[in-house]
């Protein structure tokens, strides 16, 4: 038997209405004392933060419980979607089946929808552990934005434009510590579909980490997705993924750059020579299922 | 005189042509026909005649007019009211068996000289169909003055009339009429013996086309596309060599003409194909059909009557298709006799008692449309009134 | 240890007994003491077929191993059995695709660049992406697909060459990049006894001119039967031509066969005899009867042409041709053989949903045909199990409809062909040359997936040895037009038809039900 009356004692109906009490006073306090839209008082005239924003590179993407929330819309909701919408038809996936170590994947961009499918061509032993570059002044200018595409599709913000220095440095740091990294070396959208000249940065980040470069092409997202609309509409897509390049002993950041824009520009002419694609043995050697792989470990990332 | 007449009704048009040709409405006494006491047809002038019919048959045309699914081009060249029926035998006074040339050219209105088509024999196309004692009308059964054979009597100029040989029954008799529209087709189809030959229909038009094809310009194969089995029976009697279903026509036209068959969106292609199809329907589906079955740079030849049809000209104009039309009779330049006389001699050989039937009296026409606009399911061919009774009382 | 094949006399208490007929089933009870011939039980399939192929290909039969015959430089031909075999299509991974993977291993351990893949369709229809995937597997086709892995194409004149005439004067064609190759691996699938051997690169790399000198309606009433290679004129011919080819090209060739383990879980009533049904056998078959009685045949075929069989793989032999077919016959007979005693004067047989011409396609009356009275009522050694003047009755809905896409000259076949006549002679003599040579058919055959115009002739040259065998035959449940058209009696029910039968055989007749698929092989003395 409970001790007291219903009207009394801890939770009795007088002390519920005086908490209850409690909690109107303070609403009303807040809304008195802060003001939106008024002059700051003269004597704090200065705003500040007192502790400064760091420039946030979203560890939390990558790590759990956020991957197998990944995991699980990539293959219940991308995935279908990509289908149904582009019936993608995926060339050389064998290149892309399992990698022994974190490469650098590199795509010519048109539309919106590149990410996306270029993920569900990988297969999911290699999308598990790519990030993909997002631009910082598009997708990070607004920050709820930026949440929902990291938790989507694994992205972190990838400057454009100033701070070189720290995104070379921040994408050799993901590079070591076992993901790969997806990037659209062309900067921007492409505005009609073809492809547009790179930027060198790639080159510099795979001759610095000495890292094979997987060159892809899509063709056809810009009809599903174009600069300017919101709204995907199905087109059949194709996507080509050639063998990967290493850079020459002695190559120089630039000339590699270069070498890796003809290989997705040949991809996108369809050219199928044993130099891009790979002989068929070769082929034949990176889809075995069979051979045991060691599997790359993913380092916990360097402090900084 | 007992007579079935046609009178001109804007609003009995438009009931009839949105019943979509049912009988029960096409005869109803809201329609454009009524059986009734009319007045007899003066004879317009010497050489006229009067005509008792003994046997009259229901044409395509003939229903297509009572179910408004005529064309208006030929409106302005009917006179109203008129007695159907240009497909008749008859009887003259004097008891000669005739039958009645319908078309109502520059010899039958009296005109001198006769103007360049009726001067060449082709009567079908004669510039002077408005002119003389009578009304405006093409033919016999279209015109206000000269009655029509769905009556107890009209009036046909001497220049109408061949006499019936006494071998030929009156049913067959009057046949001569839609026989020598498919000669005279036939004629202008103009197949060699080189040629595959697809007549597109097998109603009476298409089965005495069949006949006709096969008598006077015999082809290396003469295909038929019948719809009903006892269609298809006799169009092999009367000479086809392949009788193929409405379905199948693309398919068994590609193999007999060794052509190639592309899928297509509604109708298949064909590459390759008849060299000649006479088309004997007159409907759109049907038409549509005899200009993708015929070969590029062949002929269609059009023998039914066609109303308003919405036909693709896309293969006319891929193809280059030479389209032509058949509508009568005259004397032939190919042979230089008079088609009536051609499809006199012709019918003696081909029996054609077979597709007459069966016969209703005048007063019964309401039984007689409703069982020609059935003619296929019914398993006839060409509905008659018999009005052998009409006369000799 | 797999119980062997049975005959059994019906009595009193023999349920009643299931016959095939089209996408669906009928149950009959046949009369008292007919008998009713059920197939052997699936034999136990070896326990790790990847590892059984890796033995065959290192220690061939009086060839070298594989392994030696490659080198870098050469150019070696990988070609394969079509979707013809076996039926139903096997489940993934078909014994091909991995017999396929461990040559294409080696040739890539060898370093041989030049290797091309050619599926042997001969005159049959050209697969699709996806069937050809199915059968050599995934990794095999992301490799090849397409340059270097497509169908035979015989038609082609610029992909064929004439290695010459037999002494019997038969010509034999062969694809050119076979004929040019330094070594040819030829995978096949063995279902029945009348597949492999030298049939198999002879006709399935052959083209109409070749195969011609022996599916001729003379061969087949030669050979009694097909199913059994020695009294065979087709395959002597076969071997002839196949002499010639082994003589022009190195040839390596390997047999697989497979048990008849022919149903999946879901149709397991099917692979069992009706004394054995549970009764949860029973239920799923009451079930399905009632579905397929039902159901329309669009959604009917959809769901059997789904089905894929579960076969093992029953053995696994490389080397030169004539040894390793002889093993391989060996397999099949072992699980294949059924002893009958005597002929019967009454045969009856239901006929499946498939046929080895209709793989994801329509069964046409044609075929229905080529599959009861060729294929089915074949199997046998010795001589057929009805007497010479007997009566074969099948059932079969025999409807008009045919696969516009599949079988274009299967259409004018029968609208034209057996429209004037079903005589094998007189149909050969007077229309099969215009089939073959029909402009369209070629194109369908090149650039579609249409079996050649003359395929339809061969499946009814198959049937000639029965029309001229038997006395009758009757259609239980066909279409009466179509059943008419073929030269076939038609009936209602089966009782009917066997009353029919015995205004032909006489009074109180012997009655014999093949009880197949799965298939088997009568031995009859």
């Known amino acids: 038997m409970p001790a007291g009356t219903w009207y009394s004692g801890e939770w009795g109906i007088s002390s519920l209405a005086s908490r209850l009490l409690g909690v109107v006073a303070d609403a009303r306090l807040m809304r008195r004392g802060f003001h939106s839209g008024t002059p700051r008082p003269a004597t704090w005239a200065e705003r500040s933060t007192a502790v400064p924003d760091r420039p946030s590179d979203l560890a939390w993407a990558r790590m759990e419980p956020v991957r197998s929330i990944r995991y699980g819309i990539q293959k219940g909701l991308s995935a279908p979607f990509a289908e149904v919408m582009t019936h993608p038809q995926i060339e050389g996936s064998e290149w892309v089946q399992q990698l022994d170590r974190p490469a650098i994947l590199v795509a010519n961009h048109s539309s919106h929808a590149d990410t996306p499918l270029l993920l569900h061509a990988l297969g999911d032993r290699v999308r598990e552990r790519t990030v993909v570059a997002a631009a910082a002044d598009y997708f990070y200018r607004r920050p709820w934005l930026g949440r929902v595409v990291s938790l989507w599709l694994n992205t972190f913000p990838f400057a454009r434009s100033g701070g070189a220095q720290e995104v070379m440095h921040r994408s050799s740091v993901l590079l070591k510590s076992g993901w790969n990294l997806l990037v659209f070396p062309e900067g921007t959208r492409s505005p009609d579909g073809r492809l547009q000249p790179f930027k060198p940065g790639v080159g510099h980040l795979a001759v610095e980490n000495r890292t094979p470069v997987i060159p892809m092409h899509v063709r056809g997202s810009q009809r599903v997705l174009p600069k300017g609309r919101n709204v995907p509409l199905p087109a059949p897509v194709r996507i080509r993924v050639g063998k990967p390049l290493s850079p020459g002993a002695g190559e120089t950041s630039r000339d590699f750059a270069d070498r890796v824009e003809q290989a997705v520009q040949a991809l996108a002419k369809g050219s199928t020579s044993p130099e891009l694609t790979g002989s068929w043995i070769e082929r034949w050697k990176a889809s075995d299922k069979r051979a045991p792989r060691p599997r790359a470990r993913l380092a916990p990332e360097a402090p900084e | ?393 | 240890m797999a119980r062997p094949g049975a005959v059994i006399e019906v009595d009193r208490n023999t349920p009643p007994t299931l016959f095939h007929y089209g996408e669906g089933f009928r149950l009959e009870r046949l009369p008292l003491g007919s008998r009713i011939v059920y197939p052997p039980d699936p034999i136990d399939p070896i326990g790790h077929p990847e590892r059984a192929i890796r033995r065959a290909l290192s220690n061939p039969l009086e060839d070298d191993p594989l392994k030696e015959l490659l080198r870098p430089g050469m150019k070696l031909t990988i070609a394969f059995d079509d979707l013809s075999l076996p039926l139903p299509p096997m489940a993934a991974p078909d014994v091909r695709g991995l017999v396929i993977e461990e040559v294409v291993d080696a040739a890539a351990r060898a370093g041989v660049e030049d290797v091309e893949l050619i599926a042997a369709i001969s005159l049959h229809r050209k697969m699709t992406a996806d069937e050809i995937r199915h059968i050599v597997g995934d990794r095999v086709f992301t490799t090849f697909w397409p340059d270097r892995l497509y169908n035979h194409d015989a038609e082609d004149p610029s992909q064929n060459v004439l290695i010459g005439r037999t002494n019997q004067g038969e010509e034999v064609w062969l694809n050119r990049r076979a004929s040019e190759s330094d070594l040819v691996v030829y995978v096949n699938l063995t279902l029945v006894p009348m597949d492999g051997g030298h049939k198999s690169l002879a006709t399935g790399l052959g083209c109409y001119r070749s195969v011609k000198a022996h599916h001729t309606v003379d061969t087949l009433l030669q050979s009694r039967s097909y199913m059994h290679p020695p009294d065979s004129a087709l395959h002597a011919s076969c071997v002839r031509q196949g002499e010639l080819i082994e003589d022009a090209v190195r040839v390596f060739h390997i047999e697989t066969s497979v048990n008849n383990h022919s149903f999946p879980a879901v149709a397991n009533f099917l692979q069992k005899r009706e004394t054995d049904w549970t009764t949860g056998d029973q239920a799923a078959f009451f079930a399905l009867k009632q579905v397929t009685d039902l159901a329309p045949p669009d959604v009917k075929r959809a769901a059997f042409h789904s089905m894929l069989a579960p076969y093992g793989m029953t053995g696994v032999n490389a080397g030169q041709v004539d040894k390793v077919h002889d093993k391989t016959l060996e397999n099949v007979r072992r699980q294949m053989m059924v002893p009958v005693e005597g002929q019967t004067d009454i045969v009856t047989l239901g006929v499946p949903y498939l046929g080895p011409y209709n793989v994801n396609s329509i069964m046409n009356p044609v075929l229905v045909v080529c599959t009861g009275l060729g294929y089915l009522f074949n199997l046998y050694k010795n001589k057929p199990v009805v007497r010479e003047g007997g009566v074969v009755i099948i059932e079969h809905p025999c409807r008009y409809e045919f696969n516009a896409v599949h079988h274009p000259s299967y259409v004018d076949f029968y609208d034209e062909v057996l429209a004037d006549t079903t005589d094998p002679h007189e149909i050969e003599s007077r229309y099969e040359k215009r089939f073959a040579e029909d402009a369209w058919y070629r194109q369908m055959y090149q650039q579609s997936h249409a079996y050649h115009g003359v395929h339809p002739f061969y499946a009814w040259y198959w049937a000639a040895f029965t029309l001229q065998h038997c006395g009758d035959v009757i259609v239980v449940g066909g279409d009466r037009a179509t059943v008419h058209r073929l030269g076939f009696k038609s009936a209602t029910t089966l009782e009917d038809a066997l009353e029919m039968a015995e205004q032909t055989v006489g009074r109180w007749p012997s009655i014999t039900h093949l009880r197949t698929p799965p298939l088997m092989l009568c031995e009859v003395d």
């Open chain 2, 1 to 393: 005189m007992l007579a079935l007449e046609f009178s001109r009704s804007i609003p009995s048009y438009l009931l009839m042509r949105a019943a979509g040709g049912r009988a029960e409405v096409a005869t109803s006494d809201l329609s454009l026909l009524h059986l009734g006491d009319v007045d007899v047809p003066e004879l317009p002038g010497p050489g006229w005649r009067q005509v008792r019919p003994l046997v009259s048959g229901v044409c395509g045309s003939d229903l297509a007019a009572l179910t408004g699914h005529a064309s208006f081009y030929l409106e302005p060249l009917t006179s109203y009211p008129f007695i159907p029926g240009h497909e008749l035998s008859g009887r003259l006074e004097d008891g000669t068996r005739v039958v009645v040339q319908p078309v109502l050219g520059c010899a039958v209105r009296g005109i001198e000289p006769p103007c360049r088509f009726c001067a060449e024999g082709r009567i079908g196309l004669c510039l002077n169909v408005t002119e003389g004692p009578i009304d405006v009308g093409l033919q016999t059964g279209y015109c206000a003055g000269t009655g029509g054979g769905w009556g107890e009597l009209l009036v046909a100029h001497e220049s109408q009339l061949y006499e019936v040989p006494e071998a030929l029954s009156d049913e067959a008799a009057m046949l001569t009429e839609p026989l020598a529209c498919s000669i005279h087709a036939a004629l202008r189809g103009a197949a060699t013996k080189d040629d595959v030959v697809l007549v597109a229909g097998a109603g009476a038009i298409g089965l005495l086309t069949v006949a006709a094809v096969k008598l006077y310009t015999p082809p290396r194969q003469l295909i038929c596309i019948a719809k009903y089995p006892h269609q298809a029976e006799l169009a092999r009697s009367l000479g086809a060599d392949l009788v193929v279903a409405p379905a199948q026509a693309y398919q068994r036209v590609r193999f007999a003409t060794g052509a190639r068959r592309l899928e297509g969106i509604e109708r298949d292609v064909l590459l390759g194909g008849a060299d000649i199809t006479f088309e004997a329907t007159g409907n759109a589906g049907s038409l549509s059909d005899a200009v993708r079955l015929t070969r590029g740079g062949g002929r269609v030849v059009a023998v039914g009557m066609p109303g308003e049809a919405k036909v693709d000209w896309a293969p006319i104009w891929q193809r280059e298709l030479e389209v032509t039309g058949a509508y009568a009779y005259g004397v032939e330049k190919s042979t230089g006799k008079r088609t009536f006389e051609m499809a006199l001699e012709a019918s003696a050989s081909l029996n054609l008692d077979r597709l007459v039937g069966p016969l209703f009296p005048l007063t019964e026409y309401k039984e007689a449309i409703a069982y020609a606009l059935a003619a296929g399911r019914m398993s006839a061919v060409r509905v008659a009134f018999d009005l052998r009774g009409l006369s000799d009382g």
